[in-house]
């Protein structure tokens, strides 16, 4: 299967990729709401924790799963 796009941008979109894993991390993660209680605040770091996870691993694994 030809790509569409060519291999530079995809180099682009995983340093892209590893960015915003980075600031979702850094925004959502370690700075949750102050304003919520305990429990709330341990869902949120917990449910956020988990997407933080997915997007680091996607970042690190782009480029091996698109064979550049």
């Known amino acids: 299967m030809k790509l569409l796009?060519?291999?530079?941008?995809?180099?682009?979109?995983?340093?892209?990729?590893?960015?915003?894993?980075a600031a979702y991390f850094m925004t959502s993660v370690l700075a949750p709401g102050s304003n919520l209680k305990t429990d709330e605040q341990f869902l949120v770091i917990s449910y956020n924790l988990i997407f933080a996870v997915i997007?680091?691993?996607?970042?690190?694994?782009?480029d091996r799963y698109l064979n550049i």
């Open 5 to 21: 796009f060519p291999k530079s941008f995809l180099r682009t979109s995983n340093s892209f990729f590893s960015n915003v894993s």
């Open 55 to 62: 997007y680091f691993v996607l970042a690190i694994n782009t």
